[in-house]
């Protein structure tokens, strides 16, 4: 499944959403929105327009926990300005490419990135130039713990 524009009611207050559990093949893209949560579904990718409108300034929070990424999206996410909680635990993800954060506009506000529960090894976790982008990331707030 890939996460695509929206089918939801922009004309809302909402800040913070939970969409679990077989989510469509739409996001939130018309909505202000600080902290969205968009776990327990099967997401695969990220569309590179899914977040377009209000949200790429207003997300600050996003949970992708629990899905099957295979890997950190490099679309849709990278153009998220003022990420600062990222959340991907419990993924398919088993390499961190060396450039995995590099094109992310909020590399330099990122604080918090949980990737606790893929298929990490110790191998794949050799190259530290992956965190380097990330010039605000505290480490004791760098879950890297596999299952």
Do not use: C, W
């Amino acid at each position: 499944m890939e996460l695509t524009q929206p089918e939801l009611d922009a004309n809302s207050d909402t800040q913070f959403l939970e969409v679990s559990l077989n989510v469509k093949e739409y996001i939130v893209a018309g909505f202000t929105i600080l902290r969205l949560v968009l776990n327990r579904n099967t997401l695969q990718s990220i569309d590179d327009q899914a977040f377009n409108g209000p949200l790429l300034d207003s997300l600050v929070e996003l949970d992708l926990n629990d899905n099957n990424l295979g890997q950190i999206p490099q679309t849709g996410l990278t153009r998220l300005r003022n990420l600062r909680k990222l959340y991907l635990n419990r993924n398919r993800i088993n390499t961190l490419a060396s450039n995995a954060f590099a094109n992310y506009e909020s590399k330099d506000l990122l604080i918090k990135l949980s990737l606790a529960g893929n298929r990490l090894t110790d191998q794949s976790l050799t190259d530290t130039a992956v965190f380097r982008p990330l010039r605000l990331l505290q480490v004791r707030e760098l879950h890297l713990f596999s299952s």
